[in-house]
């Protein structure tokens, strides 16, 4: 038996990812009323800022159910996204966000040094993610001012 590989498109690619990022700002469930971690392979991996890389969809689940415990709400800022098609497997997504953490709001560009910023690597092949690596800053509210001196005494 040979492995086969279905060939997708840079569109076909940024459809599930946007499915992933919409997916996301509905309590994790998909356009189909599935759960978002179908659009992983079983083996996948994800990585996000403070947790580290979580292999597979039962550690995956338990990423998403950490960091989505802290927040009461997110919106992601579909208008406003850049991407960038590698001619391969990858895609980058840079966006922005706001919502409601467990320990106050945020909203992009408010203050300006704040949260709401991000960055996504997908390796996105045969119609799942592969590989999500999240980077931005996990500090929602902006309370974690007191370790950069650059910050200390700024209003939020």
Not at 126 to 131: A, E, G, K, P
Request: proline share 3%; hydrophobic share 35%.
């Amino acid at each position: 038996m040979s492995l086969t590989r279905q060939s997708m498109t840079d569109e076909q690619r940024k459809s599930v990812a946007l499915e992933y990022l919409k997916a996301f700002d509905n309590a994790g469930v998909t356009s189909d009323g599935g759960s978002i971690l179908e659009l992983f392979a079983t083996d996948a991996q994800v990585y996000f800022p403070k947790w580290g890389v979580a292999t597979g969809r039962d550690q995956i689940g338990k990423l998403f159910g950490d960091v989505g415990g802290t927040l009461k709400s997110i919106t992601h800022h579909f208008a406003e996204f850049n991407w960038i098609f590698s001619g391969s497997d990858f895609v980058v997504c840079e966006g922005t966000s706001h919502g409601e953490h467990r320990d106050g709001p945020w909203r992009a560009g408010v203050p300006e040094w704040a949260a709401g910023r991000w960055c996504d690597v997908f390796e996105i092949r045969d119609w799942q993610i592969q590989r999500c690596f999240i980077y931005l800053d996990p500090d929602y509210a902006g309370q974690d001012t007191k370790r950069y001196p650059w910050l200390t005494g700024v209003a939020g």
